[in-house]
């Protein structure tokens, strides 16, 4: 289990399910993570401070997430299902509807989050790192590899 995490705030995750791909580097969050960039945070802060992609809403809205993915290549699908071709992203809520984490399919069907300004690490499931603090994947993303 990652070190720096609080296993509340993720009662999925467990040794058997998830390992550890990186060290713990806040230059980056896991919406940014899940579109592949390691150099920046993404958020859609409304005073600027956090990278968004030009003429996106700065919101927090599913919408808004949706439409800095669609910035990247990405389209709307169905579901979390690995599509041979394809690189999928998943969007997580809170019970709000309000969006809170992003996370990447990989070519195996696993997935790939970032946890915050913590570790990166790779979970079996979406179910994974579903739980009190990120809420539950709720809208799904792909773009051709």
């Known amino acids: ?5 609080d296993p509340a705030a993720f009662p999925g995750l467990n040794a058997g399910n998830h390992r550890d791909t990186s060290p713990q580097d806040t230059r980056y969050n896991c919406i940014a993570f899940a579109a592949s960039v390691q150099n920046r945070w993404w958020w859609p802060d ?3 401070q956090g ?8 919101v927090e809205t599913v ?3 949706v439409r800095a993915y669609e910035t990247l290549g990405y389209v709307r699908c169905a579901d979390g299902t690995l599509e041979s071709g394809y690189e999928k992203v998943a969007i997580y809520v809170d019970s709000f509807g309000g969006p809170t984490h992003a996370a990447r399919q990989l ?4 997935w790939t989050s970032k946890l915050g300004g913590e570790e990166d690490i790779e979970h079996d499931t979406l179910e994974a790192v579903e739980g009190p603090l990120y809420g539950r994947s709720n809208a799904y993303l792909k773009r051709p590899i």
């Open 1 to 5: 289990m990652c070190p720096n995490v």
């Open 63 to 65: 919408d808004a997430f």
């Open 51 to 58: 990278y968004w992609p030009p003429n996106v809403p700065r």
């Open 46 to 48: 409304p005073f600027g």
């Open 107 to 110: 070519p195996s069907g696993k």
